[in-house]
């Protein structure tokens, strides 16, 4: 019998699956929270899977503990708990939040280009303002996208069937994407949409032609600020930044240098150098800036907790056959 804890909200039509499978156990702990805290050593103790954000932290009483299923894409929280080590394998929640961020930066894009920031600020203050500026169409544009996982690949889908140019910056280039968890008929699993595929050697042929910038990659030390000055001023003046990822990807006195003297043509940003973003900040009175709350896919969503319990049903599964899990951290990944 294979005993799962979880420590997550529940949602009925995922239970109901979970407790309908053969030699399952599943428990739920007690109104659970997204932060770490410590369990009933009764209810760990015997745990073979963990489905949860965070670790409890008495993990180390789980000695039976074999797989840990996080509902976040990111993992940092499960570094330095020597997991490789005590043989236990964890997966995280990649490709959950593909969609809504992938909706975001095509909302983006089309609110940009055709200015609805200005629209709105004329229906307040009553003025009928017909002018082609509030026309323009994203078709036939060159989206380029910097990095390309599943945000990048259902981005990069989307923007094709409208009639989009997709080029794509990448470290190691685009290839097949195997047992990353992906909702049926989204994204580019062959990797075959981009009509342009650029390495990090190529990036200024990149950043100079292309329409609108999206940011898809993860934070790191390595990856913190890579734009700044000199990657702003590549792109064109026409040129759009969206950044969906997080906000010290983009330095953030060079942004709003280049905001400020209309070096490129504006912004959408969902992710802030500050949470909340402070009243003052000058970015919110940018006419030509959107700024959201980092809301393009959240815990939030309606469908966050459908699509991370649908990870671990199918991981379970996969587990109980014997075959590859979906999204599976490497010791590389878990030791870094």
Not at 16 to 45: F, G, H, K, Y
Not at 46 to 53: E, K, N
Not at 144 to 169: D, F, N, Q
Request: charged share 20%; with cysteine; aromatic share 6%.
């Amino acid at each position: 019998m294979l005993k799962i804890l979880i420590d997550l909200p529940r949602h009925e039509p995922s239970a109901c699956i979970l407790q309908d499978m053969p030699a399952i156990n599943v428990q739920w702990t007690e109104n659970p929270v997204e932060s770490a805290r410590r369990l009933p050593t009764a209810q760990i103790e015997d745990c073979d899977v963990l489905f949860s954000t965070f670790l409890p932290e008495n993990h180390q009483l789980m000695q039976r503990l074999k797989l840990v299923q996080i509902s976040s894409a990111g993992y940092q929280q499960l570094l330095g708990n020597q997991l490789v080590q005590r043989g236990i394998r964890a997966c995280n929640a990649r490709g959950v939040f593909d969609i809504p961020i992938a909706e975001w930066n095509i909302a983006m894009m089309i609110n940009l280009v055709r200015d609805l920031r200005g629209m709105i600020r004329h229906q307040e203050e009553g003025i009928w303002d017909r002018s082609a500026r509030f026309q323009r169409e994203i078709r036939g544009s060159v989206v380029g996208i910097w990095g390309y996982g599943g945000i990048g690949r259902e981005t990069a889908r989307i923007a094709k069937a409208l009639g989009m140019r997709v080029h794509v910056l990448t470290k190691n280039g685009v290839s097949p994407r195997n047992d990353i968890y992906r909702i049926e008929g989204t994204g580019d699993p062959e990797g075959i949409l981009p009509d342009q595929v650029f390495t990090l050697e190529e990036q200024e042929s990149f950043l100079r032609g292309i329409d609108f910038l999206i940011l898809a990659i993860p934070h790191t030390e390595e990856t913190a600020g890579i734009v700044g000055e000199r990657e702003l001023d590549m792109l064109k003046e026409s040129a759009f930044l969206l950044n969906p990822a997080r906000g010290p990807l983009v330095q953030e006195a060079a942004l709003i240098r280049a905001l400020r003297e209309n070096r490129i043509a504006g912004a959408a940003l969902d992710t802030h150098y500050q949470y909340p973003l402070p009243p003052q900040h000058p970015l919110w009175k940018m006419p030509h800036v959107i700024l959201t709350p980092h809301i393009s896919g959240s815990s939030a969503s309606p469908h966050f907790l459908e699509r991370v319990y649908d990870i671990l049903i199918r991981n379970i599964d996969r587990w109980m056959q014997g075959t590859s899990l979906l999204n599976e951290l490497s010791s590389r990944h878990l030791n870094g």
